[in-house]
């Protein structure tokens, strides 16, 4: 089931979103080891994840038969994509580990993108993650092509 994984990477990027968190509390480290690799697990799970939001449970969801529910995907999806780019800008714009002086502008920006995840990721869960299964407008199932019991299956 789509939502039980969604809510599988939900757990574990806030599980990595607290342990960059951490990091960024304290003073600035003096190697980068730590942060690089607690930055670098957090942003592959969040790219995952967006990714899979998008397949999973967006895209389904803007076929569905409800207008209201077809535009919230719609919706949901246009925000997706700004976080994803915003994400993407901030790992452009701190490569390494960021200077003494820029520390605290870091940890700043990635409170920030952090609140705003885990704000989606509550909405998500409290909120669009309800209207899975999809109410298709066209009501024949959708069957992948080695499903036993396909019509177009050899006989």
Known sequence: MPIAKLECEHRRILELAGSLEAIVAGPRPETHGLLM????????????????????????LMGDRRPHIAQLATQSRAQLRTLHDDLENHMDRWKGLPATTEW??????????????????AAEESGIHHFLPVQRADPRPVLPTDCPGDATRAV
């Open 104 to 121: 605290s502008s870091y940890r700043r920006e990635v409170q920030a993108l952090i609140r705003r995840l885990r704000a989606r990721i």
């Open 37 to 60: 690799r607690s930055r670098w697990n957090f942003t592959r799970e969040v790219l995952s994840h967006l990714s899979n939001d998008d397949a999973l449970l967006l895209v389904p």
